[in-house]
């Protein structure tokens, strides 16, 4: 079974207007006029390879990035020790968003798989976005939407066992995947073990111990990284148990 991936781009595809992700874009909603300036500042698909680095912790921010096709992890070194996994960036996202406020990356993103991102220099685009309320209103919704990430990963780990994590942040794949065209029930997990389980807050073993038994109580079945979910509503089930009543489990991109 092969991963599910949105197309890779091409030399010369076709930018905004054209896009397959159009529609969980930024320049979502914008006229046709807004949408040629904004497709003006848009710098046409960069590729990486797996492992490679798009941004460093540290480095000056200059830039976001929407990830085109592919995948990638954003990790925090602190200390010295491993880096903590934060978030991982699927296809129609958008990385960068918390470097605006010190004008820094505060964490390095890393291609899980080969990947395209296109690369939106910030200095035009908030030059764009004063001239486009659209394009503003977009912008801001981005970054209320990476607050309720951070909202959704407290709730995830607080309080909660390891099958209530590893389903919540399954049942939340899932619905990505969804809300992307691809199947919610059979999919590609591009990250490893060791990288969910640092994203949890668990170890591996607890992690591998976690999807055994789930396999065992038939909600899915797992074969190197082809994943397949055979009882979603239990995986559902087990993933709202545990929710406080004012922390909501939704899915990290709407």
Same mark, same amino acid.
């Given at each position: ?9 091409? %030399? ?21 006029? %807004? ?14 390879? *797996? ?77 764009? %976005? ?10 801001? *919704? ?35 995947? *969804? ?76």
């Amino acid at each position: 079974m092969m991963p599910q991936t949105v197309p890779r781009p091409t %030399a010369g595809a076709a930018r905004c207007k054209r896009c397959i992700l159009h529609a969980r874009c930024l320049p979502l909603g914008l006229e046709r006029d %807004a949408l040629q300036s904004f497709d003006a500042i848009l710098q046409l698909p960069r590729p990486l390879k *797996r492992g490679e680095t798009l941004v460093r912790q540290g480095d000056p921010f200059t830039s976001l990035y929407v990830v085109r096709s592919g995948s990638l992890k954003q990790s925090l070194v602190q200390g010295g020790r491993r880096g903590q996994v934060l978030n991982f960036y699927l296809a129609g996202e958008i990385v960068g968003l918390d470097g605006i406020g010190e004008q820094r990356y505060h964490s390095s993103v890393v291609a899980l798989e080969a990947t395209f991102v296109c690369k939106l220099p910030f200095t035009r685009l908030e030059d764009l %976005a004063e001239r486009v309320p659209g394009l503003r209103g977009q912008l801001y *919704r981005c970054m209320s939407r990476e607050l309720r990430n951070d909202q959704r990963m407290l709730c995830l780990l607080s309080g909660r066992t390891a099958e209530q994590r590893l389903a919540s942040f399954l049942i939340g794949l899932s619905e990505r995947f *969804r809300s992307r065209g691809c199947s919610p029930y059979r999919f590609h997990l591009s990250m490893s073990r060791s990288d969910i389980a640092s994203y949890l807050g668990l170890v591996l073993e607890t992690v591998s111990r976690t999807l055994a038994r789930f396999q065992e109580q038939g909600m899915l079945s797992v074969s190197g990284r082809e994943l397949v979910i055979h009882d979603h509503e239990a995986l559902s089930m087990l993933a709202r148990e545990g929710v406080s009543g004012g922390c909501r489990l939704a899915p990290q991109s709407d």
